[in-house]
């Protein structure tokens, strides 16, 4: 079993398989409402472009988690950072999604996360 598990010609196919399953776990991160191309063009003109998440549903998984993790776990254990962003008006999808990708670079050499 050994053998077949670092068998160099199984390495794509078990790249594929690893990739598969991790953006399984993390798509929905990606994923917006189901709307319309024409409805989101509708509602384009009428919101601004970097309003506050909960005061606009937009519809993305990954917004409404990072909102969760500042406005209640942030809140929760760190007041004063929370009050300043929340006072220099820094909402968590100008932040977070940058955050979470840096999250995945700590399993890359350095270097390679630069490219």
């Given at each position: 079993?050994h053998?077949?598990?670092f068998?160099?010609?199984?390495?794509?196919a078990?790249?594929?398989t690893l990739?598969?399953a991790?953006m399984d776990?993390v798509?929905?991160?990606?994923?917006t409402?189901?709307q319309?191309r024409?409805?989101v063009?509708?509602?384009?003109?009428?919101s601004?472009?970097w309003?506050?998440p909960?005061n606009e549903?937009?519809?993305s998984i990954?917004?409404e988690?990072?909102?969760?993790?500042?406005?209640s776990?942030?809140?929760?254990?760190?007041?004063?950072l929370?009050?300043?962003?929340?006072k220099?008006?820094i909402?968590p999808?100008?932040?977070?999604?940058?955050w979470?990708?840096?999250?995945?670079?700590?399993?890359?050499?350095?270097v390679?996360t630069l490219?």
């Amino acid at each position: 079993i050994h053998e077949d598990i670092f068998d160099p010609k199984f390495l794509e196919a078990d790249t594929y398989t690893l990739f598969e399953a991790l953006m399984d776990c993390v798509s929905d991160w990606y994923r917006t409402g189901h709307q319309t191309r024409s409805a989101v063009n509708k509602n384009v003109s009428g919101s601004q472009p970097w309003s506050r998440p909960r005061n606009e549903p937009n519809g993305s998984i990954i917004v409404e988690r990072l909102s969760h993790i500042q406005d209640s776990l942030l809140k929760r254990h760190d007041r004063d950072l929370y009050c300043r962003l929340e006072k220099l008006e820094i909402y968590p999808q100008l932040y977070g999604i940058r955050w979470l990708r840096l999250l995945f670079g700590r399993e890359f050499h350095f270097v390679d996360t630069l490219t």
